[in-house]
Protein backbone atom coordinates (compact mmCIF):
# COMPACT_ATOMS: atom_id res chain seq x y z
CA UNK A 1 0.00 0.00 0.00
CA UNK A 2 1.13 3.74 -0.57
CA UNK A 3 0.68 4.68 3.59
CA UNK A 4 0.89 3.44 7.12
CA UNK A 5 -2.34 1.02 7.42
CA UNK A 6 -3.09 -0.19 11.17
CA UNK A 7 -6.21 -2.77 12.13
CA UNK A 8 -8.43 -2.48 14.32
CA UNK A 9 -9.39 1.18 13.41
CA UNK A 10 -11.71 1.15 16.35
CA UNK A 11 -11.77 -1.03 19.30
CA UNK A 12 -13.71 -1.54 22.38
CA UNK A 13 -12.96 -3.95 24.93
CA UNK A 14 -14.05 -4.70 28.53
CA UNK A 15 -11.51 -3.89 31.64
CA UNK A 16 -9.07 -6.80 31.90
CA UNK A 17 -9.48 -7.97 28.52
CA UNK A 18 -5.64 -8.46 26.02
CA UNK A 19 -5.92 -6.24 23.00
CA UNK A 20 -3.35 -6.75 20.07
CA UNK A 21 -2.92 -3.55 17.79
CA UNK A 22 -1.46 -4.05 14.31
CA UNK A 23 0.57 -2.03 11.99
CA UNK A 24 1.77 -2.45 8.30
CA UNK A 25 4.27 0.41 8.03
CA UNK A 26 5.20 1.28 4.27
CA UNK A 27 7.11 -1.03 2.38
CA UNK A 28 10.80 -0.79 2.97
CA UNK A 29 10.81 1.42 5.91
CA UNK A 30 13.25 -0.32 8.31
CA UNK A 31 11.91 2.20 11.47
CA UNK A 32 9.16 1.69 12.80
CA UNK A 33 7.49 3.67 16.26
CA UNK A 34 4.09 3.40 18.16
CA UNK A 35 2.68 6.45 19.99
CA UNK A 36 -0.04 6.80 22.37
CA UNK A 37 -2.55 9.82 22.43
CA UNK A 38 -4.81 10.49 25.09
CA UNK A 39 -7.81 12.34 24.85
CA UNK A 40 -6.65 16.31 25.13
CA UNK A 41 -3.03 15.58 25.09
CA UNK A 42 0.24 15.14 22.42
CA UNK A 43 1.70 12.28 21.46
CA UNK A 44 3.27 10.11 23.86
CA UNK A 45 5.65 7.83 22.35
CA UNK A 46 6.17 4.44 23.49
CA UNK A 47 8.47 2.21 21.57
CA UNK A 48 10.59 2.09 18.43
CA UNK A 49 11.63 -0.56 16.30
CA UNK A 50 15.31 -0.65 13.66
CA UNK A 51 14.30 -3.80 12.00
CA UNK A 52 12.78 -6.36 14.35
CA UNK A 53 14.62 -5.14 17.53
CA UNK A 54 13.38 -2.50 19.75
CA UNK A 55 16.64 -0.09 21.19
CA UNK A 56 14.03 1.80 23.18
CA UNK A 57 11.60 0.29 25.29
CA UNK A 58 11.61 2.91 27.94
CA UNK A 59 8.23 4.74 26.66
CA UNK A 60 5.96 1.58 27.53
CA UNK A 61 3.58 2.55 30.84
CA UNK A 62 3.68 -0.65 32.46
CA UNK A 63 4.53 -4.30 31.68
CA UNK A 64 1.45 -5.39 30.37
CA UNK A 65 2.54 -3.08 27.23
CA UNK A 66 4.37 -4.98 24.95
CA UNK A 67 5.00 -5.06 20.59
CA UNK A 68 7.04 -6.85 18.48
CA UNK A 69 7.98 -6.83 14.84
CA UNK A 70 8.79 -9.66 12.66
CA UNK A 71 9.97 -9.58 9.00
CA UNK A 72 11.08 -6.29 9.75
CA UNK A 73 7.60 -5.07 8.67
CA UNK A 74 4.07 -6.04 9.95
CA UNK A 75 4.62 -5.11 14.03
CA UNK A 76 2.09 -5.75 16.95
CA UNK A 77 1.26 -4.09 19.95
CA UNK A 78 -0.35 -6.00 22.92
CA UNK A 79 -1.90 -4.51 26.15
CA UNK A 80 -2.53 -6.92 28.62
CA UNK A 81 -5.72 -7.11 31.11
CA UNK A 82 -6.58 -3.77 29.77
CA UNK A 83 -7.30 -0.74 32.20
CA UNK A 84 -9.68 1.96 31.51
CA UNK A 85 -6.34 4.72 31.53
CA UNK A 86 -5.10 3.11 28.40
CA UNK A 87 -8.12 4.10 26.36
CA UNK A 88 -6.95 6.24 23.91
CA UNK A 89 -5.73 6.40 20.29
CA UNK A 90 -2.71 4.60 19.35
CA UNK A 91 -0.96 5.97 16.58
CA UNK A 92 2.21 3.82 14.32
CA UNK A 93 4.38 5.66 12.66
CA UNK A 94 7.39 4.52 10.09
CA UNK A 95 10.62 6.10 8.44
CA UNK A 96 13.00 5.31 6.33
CA UNK A 97 16.46 6.67 5.76
CA UNK A 98 15.04 10.51 6.20
CA UNK A 99 14.07 12.08 9.26
CA UNK A 100 10.25 12.10 8.65
CA UNK A 101 7.75 9.75 10.16
CA UNK A 102 4.57 8.84 8.24
CA UNK A 103 1.38 8.21 10.56
CA UNK A 104 -1.03 5.72 9.95
CA UNK A 105 -4.64 6.20 10.92
CA UNK A 106 -4.01 5.05 14.44
CA UNK A 107 -6.50 2.87 16.51
CA UNK A 108 -9.29 4.28 18.79
CA UNK A 109 -9.12 1.80 22.00
CA UNK A 110 -11.75 2.34 24.35
CA UNK A 111 -11.45 0.26 27.34
CA UNK A 112 -14.91 0.19 29.31
CA UNK B 1 13.77 16.05 30.69
CA UNK B 2 13.15 17.11 26.57
CA UNK B 3 9.96 19.10 26.68
CA UNK B 4 7.99 20.64 23.85
CA UNK B 5 5.83 23.59 24.47
CA UNK B 6 2.92 24.55 22.33
CA UNK B 7 0.83 27.96 22.44
CA UNK B 8 -2.08 28.92 22.34
CA UNK B 9 -3.91 25.75 22.97
CA UNK B 10 -7.04 26.98 21.04
CA UNK B 11 -7.30 29.47 18.98
CA UNK B 12 -10.32 30.58 17.10
CA UNK B 13 -10.24 32.74 13.80
CA UNK B 14 -12.39 33.64 10.76
CA UNK B 15 -11.63 32.95 7.47
CA UNK B 16 -9.24 35.38 6.24
CA UNK B 17 -7.30 35.85 8.90
CA UNK B 18 -3.40 35.01 9.19
CA UNK B 19 -3.11 33.31 12.76
CA UNK B 20 0.82 32.06 14.10
CA UNK B 21 1.51 29.61 16.07
CA UNK B 22 4.32 29.10 18.34
CA UNK B 23 6.60 26.13 19.45
CA UNK B 24 9.56 26.35 21.89
CA UNK B 25 11.42 23.45 23.21
CA UNK B 26 13.98 21.87 25.35
CA UNK B 27 15.96 19.04 24.47
CA UNK B 28 18.71 17.28 24.36
CA UNK B 29 20.41 15.95 20.90
CA UNK B 30 18.58 18.48 18.82
CA UNK B 31 18.27 17.28 14.97
CA UNK B 32 15.34 18.79 13.43
CA UNK B 33 11.94 20.27 14.11
CA UNK B 34 8.64 18.91 12.66
CA UNK B 35 5.06 19.84 12.05
CA UNK B 36 1.81 18.18 11.78
CA UNK B 37 -1.62 18.70 10.93
CA UNK B 38 -4.00 16.41 12.42
CA UNK B 39 -7.37 16.35 11.32
CA UNK B 40 -8.64 13.24 12.57
CA UNK B 41 -6.50 10.55 13.65
CA UNK B 42 -3.20 10.40 11.52
CA UNK B 43 -0.94 13.49 11.44
CA UNK B 44 0.34 14.85 8.43
CA UNK B 45 3.15 15.75 7.91
CA UNK B 46 3.96 19.60 6.58
CA UNK B 47 7.66 20.91 7.40
CA UNK B 48 10.93 19.66 8.88
CA UNK B 49 13.05 22.32 9.93
CA UNK B 50 16.92 22.21 10.68
CA UNK B 51 18.41 25.31 10.22
CA UNK B 52 18.32 28.62 12.33
CA UNK B 53 16.73 31.78 9.79
CA UNK B 54 15.39 29.89 6.82
CA UNK B 55 11.69 29.73 5.91
CA UNK B 56 10.10 26.58 4.81
CA UNK B 57 7.30 27.94 2.35
CA UNK B 58 4.23 25.90 1.17
CA UNK B 59 1.01 27.50 -0.25
CA UNK B 60 0.00 30.01 2.52
CA UNK B 61 1.57 28.06 5.35
CA UNK B 62 5.02 29.14 6.21
CA UNK B 63 7.62 28.34 9.17
CA UNK B 64 11.16 29.43 10.41
CA UNK B 65 13.56 28.14 13.38
CA UNK B 66 15.46 29.77 16.10
CA UNK B 67 17.95 27.55 17.71
CA UNK B 68 19.59 30.06 19.42
CA UNK B 69 16.21 31.14 21.09
CA UNK B 70 14.87 27.69 20.94
CA UNK B 71 11.44 27.88 19.18
CA UNK B 72 9.85 27.75 15.63
CA UNK B 73 6.27 29.78 14.14
CA UNK B 74 4.00 28.48 11.87
CA UNK B 75 2.28 30.62 9.80
CA UNK B 76 -1.32 30.10 8.33
CA UNK B 77 -2.27 32.98 6.11
CA UNK B 78 -5.50 33.85 4.29
CA UNK B 79 -6.85 31.02 6.47
CA UNK B 80 -9.97 28.89 5.66
CA UNK B 81 -11.95 26.60 7.34
CA UNK B 82 -9.99 23.35 6.06
CA UNK B 83 -7.81 24.50 7.80
CA UNK B 84 -8.87 23.78 11.22
CA UNK B 85 -7.32 20.94 12.46
CA UNK B 86 -4.88 20.43 15.79
CA UNK B 87 -1.06 21.82 14.82
CA UNK B 88 1.25 19.39 16.26
CA UNK B 89 5.09 20.57 16.63
CA UNK B 90 7.64 17.53 17.36
CA UNK B 91 11.58 17.63 18.30
CA UNK B 92 13.53 15.23 16.71
CA UNK B 93 16.36 14.15 18.95
CA UNK B 94 18.87 11.30 19.81
CA UNK B 95 17.23 8.07 21.76
CA UNK B 96 19.24 7.40 24.41
CA UNK B 97 20.26 4.46 22.86
CA UNK B 98 22.41 6.14 20.65
CA UNK B 99 23.21 4.04 17.31
CA UNK B 100 21.59 6.58 14.86
CA UNK B 101 17.97 6.07 16.34
CA UNK B 102 15.70 8.85 17.30
CA UNK B 103 12.41 9.76 18.25
CA UNK B 104 9.89 12.53 18.18
CA UNK B 105 8.91 14.64 21.14
CA UNK B 106 5.45 15.90 20.55
CA UNK B 107 3.57 19.28 22.01
CA UNK B 108 0.22 19.31 23.32
CA UNK B 109 -0.86 20.99 19.93
CA UNK B 110 -2.40 23.92 19.19
CA UNK B 111 -6.38 23.29 18.03
CA UNK B 112 -7.35 25.56 15.37
CA UNK B 113 -10.82 26.55 14.53
CA UNK B 114 -11.23 28.50 11.22
CA UNK B 115 -15.02 29.81 11.57
CA UNK B 116 -16.51 31.37 8.01
Known amino acids: GAGVSQSPSNKVTEKGKDVELRCDPISGHTALYWYRQSLGQGLEFLIY????????KSGLPSDRFSAERTGGSVSTLTIQRTQQEDSAVYLC??????????FGPGTRLLVL | EDKVVQSPLSLVVHEGDTVTLNCSYE??????LLWYKQEKKAPTFLFML????IEKKSGRLSSILDKKELFSILNITATQTGDSAVYLCAVDNILRSGAGSYQLTFGKGTKLSVIP
Open chain 1, 93 to 102: ASRNRGQTQY
Open chain 1, 49 to 56: FQGNSAPD
Open chain 2, 50 to 53: TSSG
Open chain 2, 27 to 32: VTNFRS
